[in-house]
């Protein structure tokens, strides 16, 4: 699958299986390495945030964030009224791809089944530059 961007040999260490029903919900955080997200079965929503807003997006504790998309407070939480979100359906057989860095909400508008892959050919780990990895 895409040779010209993932390293094949690193398929079985950085390559992700997930399924579960519809509405299970992965809160705000961002990654820590660049990632293909390959839709199969179902679809996904997908809330994006550029890397330009964490200082609106209250990064509480390693990469997640303490703002509820499902219920944004923005007296507890005033900067993120300048949070711009970009909505985004993902549906089966689409691949999308998430730069390291940008915050992003998922939920599942279906039972779905995504495979993510993050062993891509050129550098993509950037965790030991993160101080607080780990910290979970």
């Given at each position: 699958?895409l040779?010209?961007?993932?390293?094949?040999?690193?398929?079985?260490?950085?390559?992700?299986?997930?399924?579960g029903?519809?509405?299970?919900v992965?809160?705000?955080?961002?990654?820590?390495?660049?990632n293909?997200?390959?839709q199969?079965?179902?679809?996904?929503?997908?809330?994006?945030?550029?890397?330009?807003?964490?200082?609106?997006?209250y990064?509480?504790l390693h990469?997640?964030?303490?703002?509820?998309l499902?219920?944004?407070?923005?007296?507890?939480h005033?900067?993120?009224?300048?949070?711009?979100?970009h909505?985004?359906?993902?549906?089966p057989?689409?691949l999308?791809?998430l730069?390291?860095?940008?915050?992003?909400?998922v939920?599942?508008?279906?039972?779905s089944?995504?495979?993510t892959c993050t062993?891509f050919?050129?550098r993509n780990?950037?965790?030991?530059?993160y101080?607080?990895?780990?910290?979970?």
């Open positions: 699958m040779p010209e961007y993932l390293d094949r040999e690193a398929a079985s260490e950085r390559f992700f299986f997930w399924f029903p519809a509405g299970t992965t809160p705000v955080h961002h990654d820590l390495t660049n293909f997200m390959a199969v079965v179902g679809r996904k929503q997908i809330k994006l945030l550029s890397p330009l807003n964490h200082p609106n997006v990064n509480h990469c997640y964030s303490e703002v509820d499902d219920n944004i407070d923005l007296e507890r005033p900067q993120f009224r300048h949070v711009k979100i909505d985004i359906t993902l549906h057989g689409e999308f791809f730069p390291v860095g940008w915050w992003h909400h939920r599942g508008l279906d039972v089944i995504t495979l062993n050919r050129a780990d950037f965790a030991s530059f101080e607080t990895y780990g910290e979970i």
